[in-house]
């Protein structure tokens, strides 16, 4: 099978890809912005934060410099998300279930651990993407794109970080 070729029931990871490096060219071009998704959750924490305690979070230094708003990265995770779902409709990878088959060979079928797992992992990816300076996007695409040392550190730790958590996790 040559590298263009695919047959798999999902979309091409090849097409995918020159896709997204097309966005990419795109954004820089029309808004002089990296793609990056990290900021959508301090703006989420903002819009949390004005609910539950506004003064606490309008004396933020963060905050200050960047109110929480509904701006172009925000409605890009938003895309994301509405663009996974299409991914998955029309490329029969669409599963209608809370627990994939083989988190529950080895974890077993406790939702709760799931969750707590899912959210865990989320906060400490957020802690992560704003302690680098950036998500996976951002430096996986864009950083490496603009040929920035950091980002290719970045990306290449992300890739051996998911190695080291996919050998023992696929090898059970």
């Known amino acids: ?4 070729e695919y ?3 999902a979309w091409s990871p090849y097409l995918v890809g020159a896709g997204i490096g097309m966005l990419s060219w795109l ?17 989420i924490a903002g819009f949390l934060g004005k609910r539950i305690a506004p003064r606490r979070t309008k004396s933020l230094a963060y905050f200050k410099e ?5 701006g172009w990265g925000f409605v890009f995770v938003l895309a994301i998300v509405a663009g996974a779902a299409v991914a998955a409709l029309t490329g029969g990878e669409f599963a209608n279930q809370w627990l994939h088959p083989m988190w529950r060979a080895r974890f077993g079928d406790s939702l709760i651990l ?7 992992g989320g906060m400490l990816m ?3 993407a704003r302690l680098a ?16 040392p950091g980002s290719w ?16 996790l696929f090898s059970m």
């Open 114 to 120: 799931r969750a707590a797992i899912g959210v865990g």
């Open 1 to 4: 099978m040559n590298a263009l």
């Open 66 to 70: 960047k109110p929480p708003r509904v």
């Open 7 to 9: 047959t798999g029931p």
């Open 126 to 128: 957020a802690l992560g």
């Open 27 to 43: 954004t820089f071009y029309f808004s002089d912005k990296p793609i990056g998704a990290s900021s959508f959750y301090a703006h």
């Open 133 to 148: 300076g950036g998500c996976t996007s951002g430096h996986g695409i864009s950083g490496t794109l603009q040929l920035n």
């Open 153 to 168: 550190i970045t990306a290449i730790c992300l890739f051996i970080g998911g190695i080291l958590v996919a050998i023992p």
